[in-house]
Every structure is written in structure tokens, then in C-alpha cells.
């Protein structure tokens, strides 16, 4: 098995390479709506906490699936729109303001990823399971984004949700 990390900031790799010193492990820094890999080079991909920061959805899932080989699955965990969404608090631990923010609700979601060729597997709100471990966060780190994503999801503005998809052969 190896891990390939992508990340489009230089200092979040290196501390990355800093924290790991298994070597099936790399890290590379670059955009994941232009990845500097061949078509199906992945067998799987994860991606944690991504989708928020970009409006281009439509590229960065289609970039995803040029890389990942047919009938490989594709995992996501990331904080889509509630109901509430235009009421946001800000700054958020991905965005300082509401125009840097990009968040879709999952049937938007949905759509996309379907039309981009994905079947949707799997899908769950872990709205519970973020607010626990914010909860747990927040006693130790009291930043005003984390304040603000715990009220966010509290007021159902937002919540992070699980995602298990498959490309289509």
C-alpha cells in the first residue's frame, strides 16, 4: 500500500513530511483542480475537509474522477449547507468571511457527483459526531472559529456529512 497526501499550501505538506516517517507515505504539494497525476493512477481517495474551500465543484470532482481508477471508490467527509446556511457566523475554521465560503447542501451535492459519473454508495450525516468532538475541541482550543462552526451546526447552518461513492465502470 501506498498513501499519496495532496495539499495546495507548501507549509501544510512539510508539516505533514515532519509527522510521518513511513515510507509509503508522500506528500505533494499542488491543486486538486489540476493534479499532476495520469488518469486512474488511485486506486482510492479520501478527501477530508476540501470541498468547503472551493467554488469549482464540478472541477474538482471531475479531477477526481479522471484519477481514480474505474470501479474505485471515492470517500469524502466535509461540512456541506444546511437549512440555515445564509445565516453563517463568521470566521469559520475554512473561511474568515461568508464570500470565501463554498459550501453546497448534499442533494446539490448529490447531483453533482452523480452527473460527474459517481454512484453515491453511502451517505450519513454525522452532524452528532461533529458536534461531540467540537465539543471536546472547544475545552482545549476556544478559537472564534471553532465557536462559530459549533454554533453553526448547532443551528443546523451547516453539518458535516459522510460520503461513499463509486466510479462507474
Known amino acids: 500500500i501506498k498513501v499519496t497526501g495532496l495539499d495546495l499550501l507548501p507549509e501544510f ?11 509509503r507515505v508522500n506528500f505533494v504539494c499542488g491543486s486538486a483542480l489540476a493534479m499532476d497525476f495520469p488518469a486512474e493512477a488511485f486506486d482510492a481517495i479520501f478527501m477530508l475537509h476540501v470541498s ?5 465543484k464540478s472541477n474538482l470532482f471531475s479531477e477526481i474522477h479522471r484519477v481514480l481508477r474505474k470501479n474505485s471508490q471515492f470517500a469524502f467527509y466535509e461540512i456541506l449547507a444546511g437549512d440555515g446556511v445564509e445565516n453563517m457566523s463568521y470566521p469559520c ?4 468571511k461568508q464570500e ?19 454512484t453515491i454508495e ?8 461533529g458536534l ?3 465539543v471536546r475541541r472547544q475545552a482545549a482550543y476556544p478559537e472564534q472559529p ?19 461513492c463509486r466510479k462507474d465502470s
Open 100 to 118: 470565501d465560503s463554498f459550501l453546497i447542501t448534499p442533494s446539490d451535492l448529490e447531483i453533482l457527483v452523480e452527473k460527474i459519473g459517481f
Open 13 to 23: 505538506c512539510e508539516e505533514a513530511r515532519r509527522n510521518t516517517d513511513d515510507p
Open 146 to 164: 471553532f465557536v462559530n462552526l459549533l454554533e453553526n451546526v448547532r443551528e443546523n447552518r451547516c453539518a458535516p456529512w459522510q460520503y461513499v
Open 122 to 129: 453511502s451517505k450519513e450525516s454525522r452532524r452528532d459526531f
Open 93 to 96: 475554521p475554512w473561511a474568515s
Open 132 to 134: 461531540e468532538a467540537m
Open 52 to 56: 468547503m474551500n472551493i467554488g469549482k
